[in-house]
């Protein structure tokens, strides 16, 4: 195992021409240098020459996002993503081990399929008895932090995880599929996985879930833990190559740009730099396998629309189109863009949860330019789970719950195209 | 000590106590802008009204503490550094009037409001702000005031200074004045709005401007134009701004830069080609097709290999991308890019091609050039890395050349980024010794103690060009 080692070369790249403070979400709301991308790689690059401490470091690493909307509007390429997760690593090496819960959810809980199967279990029933009800009404969570407190009255209701099996067209398929479900997806939005894999197999898609995937790393990989990254996308790798599929096909922003970047995890290990190269390659995002074939659109939906693209499939997937035209190719829908899409919605993994304050500012700013539409959106679409939690909670915020509705591109879709998720999956 | 009793008086003027910066990481974050060299400020402070401005340069009179007034710090000659310690005002959080007044054709303008924000604001009400400096997005008004910025379209719409008409200023010793007024017409005394534009924040700080507007041309329309010999490509400029035809945008790219982009993403250039130009008309849609045709007419007869013209806004920014591309595609192979701004007559735009080659050969340089050729506002790039300290040292002695070549065919040593501190001790080259010293005389008059932006402009004894953040 080598030392961290704070990506000072990348810094030099900088030439701090400012073109990424009007991007960054936090520069915006916390209104200083130092919470702005060229801040932030200015401080590792102080830290690696030993003007600041790793201590000074921690704050304004910690309140990045990590959305990469600074590598976008770079003009210099200057790889921020890189930056921060070596800065996040080092972080992480000399710190003590603050938080073990953190750690014990990292290493144990979200890789572990049990774990997940039981926490599924206690959410389901929590829900399904009624508790959920229960104590929002005698308010028995008020105990709870605010941050804790304030998603649990928008989590979504959870159903049986996606079963192990292979689905296939009615004709001979076009492409062959395997589906990368997602640990807190398959829990949380286990209802849009099977959408997802009902909308594959109506397109003519062959779609397979295999039952030795486990969760893509990326929550690990922000918190500077490399190593329990590093074998998660092992283990990855080496339980797709099995397989002969075309596509490996995900509905997670999130977990789709950690898939996307593997290779980048294996710099000195040239088997699996190769291995991970050829996971990259056939790792691609739903709604770019779903504009390149036909989906049987049964009926309209007459609703005014807007999206709110995830951080991580426009800046690291690089997929801004697509679900845009995905979105507009659905019969009877009136779509308004957001103004400052591009702008980061605060979810950003568990940022909201840890940074919950910065978190709600910078959501307010995002619900602040949904209020600025002139025509009021009935739907707002997101791309990935975290962001389809924090807008939830944006609309809650607002009070717009009962005007305005979150769903996922692949909700809509699948309504639009009637397919509704049955046992059978 | 002084700074701790100033410190205490700056928290009682600034009530909220996030907008007074005092932790280490917060001072190095404010100790640079996007030109060389690293000054750790004392304190930060984040002014948002007049008041608390002409309060904080009171004190700063009284303990005679240096101020540098800070935009979004995209200066690419240190305008904003603190080379000698001090408080740094950031004025770019004070971004709250966005006046657009349509029957006097002007905008009222708070010093932190970004540059390409006016412009967006004039559009709905069927106005532009012409200034464009590639950092619009970016750069704050406050800071392009101070700089008197430029931009591709300065050929036909000037610059910053063409535009300011009135100032509001808080002196050295805290003063409030105003200056002009919302007249295109004024006349009545010296002329201190155009004094205080390009002053670099040596001479007061400006919190609010009154800027003119234009109406919004109609319609543009592109073009490029491919030739072999760079010779030929000025020849093609002179003669298009000779027959009557003033662009809004006239760009060029040498053939280094073409290699470059089509390296970096191809987009078919050629790349043998020596030089290619962009050319954007604006105006009354019916006139610039008439132009556009004559521009065509013109560069052909002039040896063009090829010229395009784009039919549509799409086709449009496809022949920019060219242009777009240039800097991330020169920094690929090293990370240092030292941006020049060298301006000459357009007239000697091809002696100028000339020593450019010369001293890219004598110093062993990597040199690109592109930039506003319709102005002579040449940007002649190096591309080195700052931590070879041997190559750095010859490309400071090759800028220094570039200064004296600019000056010796009638140029400036600066069309649009400042002084600041890298370009100070070459001063008295293009002013003389009467020249700079009329200079320093009115900086004396205005900042006795010498407190406001100290350590710009004019050159300590002895200072050399450093290219370096050492």
Redesign the interface.
């Known amino acids: 195992m080598t030392k961290a080692e704070l990506a000072y070369e990348e810094t ?2 900088c ?5 990424c ?2 991007a960054c979400p936090t520069y915006l709301t916390m ?4 919470h ?1 991308p060229r ?1 932030r790689i ?2 590792v690059k ?1 830290a690696a020459e030993g ?2 401490t790793y201590s ?2 921690e ?2 690493i910690n309140l990045c996002l990590g959305c990469r909307a600074c590598e976008v509007v770079c ?3 200057v790889q921020y993503g890189t930056i921060l997760e070596s800065a996040k690593e080092v972080l992480r090496e000399n710190q003590k081990r603050t938080s073990t819960f953190q750690a014990f959810i990292f290493e144990n809980v979200l890789p572990n399929q049990t774990y997940m199967l039981a926490a599924r279990a206690s959410l389901s029933v929590y829900q399904q008895f009624g508790m959920q009800k229960i104590a929002r009404a005698t308010k028995a969570l008020q105990w709870l932090p605010e941050n804790v407190r304030s998603f649990e009255s928008i989590l979504p209701k959870t159903d049986k995880r996606t079963r192990r099996k292979k689905y296939s067209p009615e004709q001979e398929p076009i492409f062959k599929v395997g589906f990368f479900t997602g640990c807190v997806m398959d829990v949380m939005f286990s209802e849009i996985n099977k959408k997802s894999i009902k909308l594959l197999q109506a397109a003519g898609c062959e779609v397979t879930v295999i039952k030795e995937q486990t969760c893509c790393g990326a929550l690990q990989n922000h918190a500077g833990e490399s190593n329990i990254t590093k074998e998660l996308a092992r283990k990855n790798i080496a339980a797709f190559e099995k397989y002969d599929f075309d596509y490996i096909v995900n509905s997670i922003g999130g977990c789709g740009a950690m898939l996307v970047e593997y290779d980048r995890l294996f710099t000195d290990e040239e088997d699996w730099k190769k291995r991970a190269h050829e996971f990259v390659r056939k790792t691609v995002d739903i709604s770019v396998i779903l504009t390149q074939l036909k989906l049987p659109f049964q009926k309209e939906i007459s609703k005014v629309v807007t999206y709110q693209p995830s951080c991580h499939l426009s800046n690291v997937q690089k997929r801004v189109e697509e679900p845009v035209n995905l979105l507009t190719s659905i019969p009877g829908i009136q779509y308004i863009p957001l103004p400052h899409k591009e702008l980061c919605c605060g979810s950003a993994g568990i940022y909201n949860i840890v940074n919950y304050d910065a978190s709600m500012q910078i959501l307010d700013k995002k619900m602040g330019h949904v209020n600025q539409l002139t025509l009021r959106p009935e739907i707002m679409v997101a791309t990935n789970p975290g962001c389809h939690l924090q807008l939830k909670l944006g609309v809650v915020r607002e009070g717009l719950g009962e005007q305005m509705k979150v769903v996922h591109l692949v909700e809509l879709l699948a309504e639009a195209c009637a397919l509704e998720s049955d046992a059978k999956i | 000590m002084a700074l701790i009793e100033y410190l205490n008086s700056v928290q009682k003027i600034i009530s909220d106590s ?1 907008r007074v ?1 005092t ?4 001072l ?3 100790s ?3 030109s060389f060299g690293k000054y750790l400020p004392d304190l ?1 402070v ?1 002014p948002k009204s007049v008041q608390e401005v002409a309060e904080l340069m009171k004190l700063a009179n009284r303990y005679e503490i240096p101020i540098y007034p800070r935009g ?3 200066s690419l000659s240190g305008g904003p550094l603190p080379v000698k310690g001090g408080i740094v005002l ?1 004025l770019s ?1 004070w971004d709250t009037k966005l006046d657009i007044d349509a029957e006097d054709m002007v905008a009222v303008v708070s010093p932190g409001v ?1 540059t390409a924000d006016i412009n967006h604001a004039a559009m709905e009400k069927g106005f532009i702000y012409p200034p464009d400096p590639s ?1 619009s ?2 750069s704050t008004i406050g800071g392009n005031l101070a700089e008197n910025s430029g931009g591709p379209r300065g050929l036909k719409y000037g610059v910053t200074k063409d535009y300011v008409i009135g100032l509001e200023v808080v002196t050295p010793e805290g003063e409030i004045i105003r200056t002009g007024g919302r007249t295109v017409k004024n006349v009545t005394g010296y002329d201190l709005t155009k004094l205080m534009v390009g002053s670099e924040g040596t001479l007061g700080i400006i919190t609010e401007a009154i800027l003119r507007l234009y109406p919004k041309p109609q319609a543009t329309r592109t073009l490029m134009a491919i030739f072999d010999d760079i010779v030929d490509s000025g020849k093609a400029i002179t003669s298009i701004l000779g027959s009557g035809i003033l662009p809004s945008k006239l760009e060029m790219m040498d053939n280094a830069s073409i290699r470059a982009v089509e390296a970096y993403e191809p987009l078919g250039l050629p790349v043998e080609a020596e030089a290619l130009i962009l050319i954007e008309l604006d105006g009354h849609p019916a006139a610039i097709d008439d132009e556009i045709t004559q521009v065509h007419d013109v560069c052909t007869a002039a040896d063009a290999k090829e010229v395009k013209v784009a039919q549509d806004d799409k086709e449009a920014s496809g022949l920019w991308k060219a242009r777009k591309l240039v ?2 595609a020169i ?2 192979e090293k ?3 030292i941006s020049e701004d060298a301006t000459v007559p357009r007239s000697k735009i091809p002696e100028m091609f000339q020593r450019l080659k010369e001293i890219k050969e004598r110093y062993e340089i990597d040199l690109v050039v592109f930039g506003h050729a319709g102005d002579g506002n040449l940007h002649p790039n190096i591309i080195a890395d ?2 070879n300290q041997e190559e750095m040292r010859r490309v400071e002695q090759a800028v220094e050349e570039i200064f004296k070549a600019a000056i010796e065919l009638g140029g400036t040593l600066s069309g649009e980024h400042g002084i600041g501190t890298l370009k100070a001790p070459f001063m008295e080259m293009e002013l003389g010794e009467v020249g700079l010293d009329m200079m320093k005389r009115i900086k004396q008059s205005w900042d006795p103690k010498n407190i406001l932006n100290p350590g710009k402009i004019f050159a300590e004894p002895g200072q050399k060009l450093v290219l370096t953040d050492d």
């Open positions: 030099v790249d030439v701090q021409c400012g073109y403070l009007p209104e200083k240098e130092t702005s801040g200015n401080l102080m003007k600041i000074e470091l704050g304004p003009p210099t390429n | 996030k910066l932790e280490k990481v917060d190095y974050s404010y640079f802008d996007a930060v984040q979004q710090g995209t950031d959080q970004l950092s997005n970016v800097s991330p920094v690929r990370p240092t890019k700052k931590r």
